[in-house]
């Protein structure tokens, strides 16, 4: 069975300052990571995606994350955080066959930037 | 850039009443799903759906719950009889293909009294 963790409920950094949003993983076989942001009463927005090649990835609003198989994570971040980055942010877990299969989600971190 | 949307943004219905909800996918798109969220917690997986039938569905997913495609365009999910712990956001999302990214709605908050 495939697994998400995520083990900071709430990150607080301080604008201009970089962020990191801490995910690891456990599932059969090479992963398909993603990260989504969810803004208050809003859906799931898609941020990034690790399907192979560079272990880092770029993705929206200048996000980054980098995975490293040895240590099963696909960390979230960003060199300078801004007030508007402050979400509730998932990371997401898929099995590498199969276009029916099911995301696996964490239990989110939220983010919150300070001015 | 072409969005999934979904309707409608609120419902709240009576224990034991029907509801469908309602998600239009990027037309694109060949798979389809439904998670949800209970306020609070994490998003769970409900139900995939391709080429017109259901490709896995999770435990929550009973029977009284069925999705359909009836359009070509539209694709519902219908809770026959609700429940109280049924109340939660309901997402509808959609991907392309084997590596495509699952893109979702703006989400139906779904209360039962």
């Known amino acids: 069975a495939q697994s998400v963790a995520q083990p900071e409920d709430q990150v607080n950094v301080a604008e201009g300052n970089p962020l990191t949003v801490k995910c690891t993983y456990s599932v059969s076989g090479n992963p398909y990571l993603f990260w989504y942001v969810q803004y208050p009463n809003r859906g799931l927005q898609f941020l990034l995606k690790y399907i192979t090649g560079d272990n880092l990835v770029k993705g929206s609003y200048g996000f980054e994350a980098e995975f490293n198989k040895s240590q099963t994570s696909f960390h979230l971040k960003k060199p300078s955080a801004l007030v508007s980055d402050s979400a509730l942010y998932f990371c997401a877990v898929r099995p590498p066959s199969g276009g029916y299969q099911k995301v696996t989600f964490g239990t989110g971190t939220k983010l919150q930037v300070i001015p | 850039e072409p969005e999934v949307t979904q309707t409608p943004s609120h419902q709240v219905t009576q224990m034991g009443q029907e509801v469908i909800l309602r998600c239009v996918p990027i037309?694109?798109?060949?798979?389809f799903y439904w998670y949800r969220q209970i306020l609070g917690q994490k998003v769970e997986f409900l139900v995939s759906f391709y080429n017109n039938e259901i490709s896995e569905k999770s435990e929550i997913f009973d029977d009284q719950f069925s999705v359909e495609r009836p359009d070509g365009s539209n694709f519902t999910l219908k809770i026959r009889s609700t429940k109280l712990e049924d109340s939660a956001m309901y997402f509808c999302?959609?991907?392309?293909?084997?590596?495509?990214?699952?893109?979702f709605g703006p989400g139906t908050r779904l209360l039962v009294l």
């Open positions: 999302a959609g991907g392309g293909g084997l590596q495509e990214t699952q893109y």
């Open positions: 037309s694109n798109h060949l798979y």
